[in-house]
């Protein structure tokens, strides 16, 4: 269910608010509205030391996105953000070469 997931901003506090900021910054005024409610559905599970992206829909594995699908692509001072977005959906956010990020849901 859907309300089961938690919302990023309360497990990542801090990359809801610069995701919000950098959306805002980039005239994406309906994703930075979308992006303070964002489900976490998953953590990236890619392995890679350099990842923490977030999946914030749920999406078939190895599956397109298909019609409708935009790449966002935000200006951090760090690493790299951008968006996967499907009709206005936030699906994913994409998080690479940045500090760890800290999980005030699960201590991490």
Not at 42 to 68: L, N, R, V, W
Not at 71 to 100: K, S
Request: with cysteine; hydrophobic share 40%; net charge negative.
């Amino acid at each position: 269910m859907e309300h089961d997931r938690p919302l990023v901003r309360d497990a990542f506090p801090d990359l809801v608010a610069e995701v919000i900021a950098l959306l805002e910054e980039e005239g994406e005024r309906e994703l930075a509205i979308c992006a303070r409610d964002l489900r976490l559905v998953a953590m990236c599970d890619c392995g890679d030391d350099f990842c923490q992206s977030i999946h914030t829909a749920d999406h078939p594995q190895g599956q397109p996105y298909g019609e409708g699908h935009r790449c966002v692509p935000l200006l951090p001072a760090q690493g790299m953000l951008v968006l996967d977005v499907v009709h206005g959906t936030i699906m994913y956010v994409e998080v690479l070469n940045r500090p760890p990020m800290h999980n005030r849901l699960d201590g991490r």
